[in-house]
């Protein structure tokens, strides 16, 4: 509290002053160096919705066709957690090995020239998320 008072007292002459908000018995700072601490209803709103989208919880009723998902997804897999093969698929050591010769042969042929992503997908006419 004392550091508060003291902020207070400090901040009176200058222009980016904070001032104090008075209510039911408890001081809040209101200015651009002291973020606000109360929380509204629709920010929490939005932190449920998303910690409830991280754990993977439907919203609403369990309908027999997601209870019917549920059961396969937990008799392929042994847990509910998420699916496995899911996301980007990891890159070949062949193509590695590809990529970094085609880099070499690039740089070797002219060594002013950078090598992009572009000469070398267009030169091994492989996906640029490969390359």
Partial sequence: MKLIERLIEEGGGSRNFVGPEISENVVRLIGRHFPS??????????????????????????????????????????????RSGTGKKPVSAKAIEKV?????????????ASTSVRRVEEAMDLPRSTV
């Fill in 37 to 82: 601490y109360v929380e509204s209803d629709s920010s929490k709103k939005k932190k449920e919705h998303r910690e409830n989208k991280l754990k993977g919880l439907r919203k609403g009723p369990l309908t027999a066709k997601n209870l019917r998902l549920m059961v396969t997804k937990f008799e392929e897999t042994g847990s509910l957690n998420v």
């Fill in 100 to 112: 970094a010769l085609q880099v070499k042969e690039d740089k070797s042929s002219n060594v002013l």
